[in-house]
């Protein structure tokens, strides 16, 4: 048992706890193995009366090793009852009336369970039940070769010795063979003052209120979310708010797809719409083979299968936190933020359709129902309820393979497809991704809605960097709501406005003509005035010794970070004012 985890035959996850099993096995020590408790399996230690009675007058006598060795007569150790005592041969025999340690017998768990030793019942003579009870064993001799070895064992730290390490023994010893290949040690939830949860200190959560509050799926993601292999979880009731969030995303962007997919007229249900033949059961391979996709479907196919790549690898280590953070990463901020956002204007319904248009939202479709299905397959182990429910609506919807009876459970895990990740179609819209949130982020900073139309130059010295902005800068001028896009143009320079960097890219958004800049900078100059006095304020203070004596370590903390939040705004105002009177 040693051995087998010292050459990695077992592993433990996370890695530290090897030692603490090796040092268990290394300083191993005697173990009370008997319990006084009704449940369990009785001693195979029987007594006889009469050796014992002639064994106790020796004990009033000095014990000397002899006497010690004439103690243990009138003890059997024996599977089956015996029929009488092999040493007087007296019948006045009986069992010890304790029974093993828990963990005794636990450690036969991982073969006990398919009914190993396969020994046939004393009970029955009758053929009939004879061959139905061979049936039966040669059953569980099938399972147990099939479910033996495992290839993990999920527990708590505590049992590291009492049950993991005798189960490996057990295995050794009766089997022949490793019980499972790795082992995932889980931490201990706590409460978020760091103490452990318990009954009798009153600080636990029951899951139920969980459930009823935020619903099942989103106790379940929160709680992956925050379990970091092998480290304790601190809980709070709020953290939950995580997993109902992104359940209400999910099934949003579900909705906006189902409405936008045309589900009946694939269906053929609408006469006036021909149903594309198949066109769900598209081989997603030879589809995107023969297509010639725009930038977002291409994009969203290689984010995806980037995505996969990354999961199976937290997943195959057991890093479950990295996992569900991968799949929240990808399914808001990149499938819903930008990927639906992208589709949209493409998906709109318009008598003006060209034949080039109907094309690229047929194919919008399938890539949007294919990414969305393939998704919800990987969310499934995460949330199971609510990915079952939309996958039914999308595949009955669809009408297509499997037939609707089937559960998303069943569904294999989604295959990488490695030729569909494109590094360039990522960078392009990485940048494109950029641009877009600056220009956002000047409309916010000048207090503008983000549904104002604006007009906004793009600097380079970057010959690549330029190329791709022209490739993308119809995404540009729908998403940031652009009036007018100019790319590489000096002429801006003498115009009044600000601009951000995004990257290599100097942004540049115009305010001529859309704000009184005059007004502006006035206003700017009285909210730093307010600024500065609160900022001095706050320095005044806490350069006050008594203050920082008296007051509560917290309140100097948060006092600190208002004050560093306090100048970088500063900062940031100063050089809006400064950019307004160029
Ligand atoms: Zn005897």
């Not at 003052?193 to 009823?212: Q, R, V």
């Not at 969203?300 to 936190?321: E, G, V």
């Not at 009036?483 to 601009?499: F, V, Y």
């Not at 920082?548 to 900062?571: D, Q, R, S």
């Amino acid at each position: 048992a040693i051995k087998a985890v010292k050459d990695g035959t077992i592993k433990f996850y996370p890695k530290r706890w090897t030692k603490v099993y090796l040092n268990w096995m290394e300083n191993i020590r005697d173990w009370c193995i008997s319990r006084q408790i009704w449940w369990g399996h009785r001693l195979p230690v029987y007594y006889c009366k009469s050796c014992q009675l002639s064994a106790v007058s020796c004990q009033q006598k000095a014990e000397s090793r002899e006497q010690k060795a004439e103690n243990k007569k009138g003890i059997i150790v024996s599977k089956t009852k015996p029929d009488k005592c092999p040493i007087c041969g007296s019948v006045d025999i009986y069992q010890d009336e304790d029974v093993l340690d828990t963990w005794f017998s636990s450690w036969l768990w991982p073969f006990a369970t398919f009914g190993w030793p396969f020994q046939p019942s004393a009970v029955s003579h009758q053929p009939s039940a004879d061959n139905k009870q061979k049936a039966e064993s040669r059953k569980l001799k099938a399972e147990l070769g099939y479910f033996y070895p495992t290839s993990v064992l999920i527990t708590a730290p505590e049992i590291i010795f009492f049950w993991v390490a005798r189960m490996i023994m057990a295995g050794f010893e009766f089997m022949g063979k490793e019980p499972f290949r790795d082992v995932y040690i889980h931490g201990t939830v706590r409460d978020i003052e760091g103490k452990k949860m318990s009954k009798s200190l009153g600080n636990i959560i029951d899951p139920l209120d969980i459930i009823a509050q935020y619903g099942t799926d989103a106790l379940r993601f929160s709680l992956m979310s925050l379990t970091s292999v092998g480290q304790d979880v601190y809980l709070s009731e709020q953290k939950f708010e995580l997993g109902r969030n992104f359940a209400n995303k999910l099934w949003n962007a579900s909705r906006f797809s189902l409405m936008n997919l045309d589900l009946k007229a694939w269906l053929g249900q609408e006469e006036a719409q021909p149903r594309p033949s198949g066109l769900l059961n598209t081989d997603l391979c030879l589809f995107f083979k023969k297509e010639k996709l725009e930038l977002p479907e291409r994009w969203i196919l290689s984010r995806f299968y980037s995505m996969l790549q990354s999961l199976n690898k937290a997943l195959d280590s057991y890093n479950f936190n990295q996992a569900s953070g991968i799949l929240y990463e990808f399914t808001w901020h990149e499938f819903c933020d930008w990927y639906l956002e992208l589709a949209k204007p493409v998906l709109v319904d318009s008598p003006q359709l060209t034949v080039h248009s109907k094309k690229q939202k047929e194919n919008t479709q399938i890539v949007l129902y294919k990414v969305l299905e393939k998704t919800l397959r990987c969310l499934h182990p995460f949330m199971p309820f609510i990915t079952e429910e939309i996958w039914q609506k999308l595949i009955v919807g669809a009408g297509s393979e499997p037939a609707p009876t089937e559960s998303i459970m069943t569904q294999p895990w989604p295959h990488i497809q490695k030729q569909m990740i494109d590094k360039k179609a990522e960078g392009a819209m990485r940048i494109a991704i950029e641009v877009i949130t600056a220009i956002r982020n000047l409309k916010a900073q000048m207090k503008l809605t983000s549904a104002q139309s604006v007009k906004v130059s793009l600097l380079t010295k970057d010959k690549k960097s330029k190329k791709i902005l022209e490739q993308v800068s119809k995404y540009i001028i729908s998403l940031a709501k652009l009036e007018e896009l100019n790319i590489g143009s000096e002429d801006i320079l003498h115009k009044k406005g600000i601009s951000a960097i995004a990257g290599n890219i100097q942004v540049f958004l115009e305010l001529e003509g859309l704000i009184d800049i005059e007004k502006e900078i006035e206003k700017l100059n009285k909210e730093i005035e307010g600024l500065h006095k609160d900022v001095k304020a706050k320095e005044t203070r806490l350069g006050n010794k008594e203050f920082i004596k008296k007051a509560p370590l917290e309140i100097v903390e948060k006092e600190k970070e208002l004050l560093a939040a306090g100048k970088e705004k500063l900062t940031h105002l100063n050089k809006i004012i400064h950019e307004l009177k160029k």
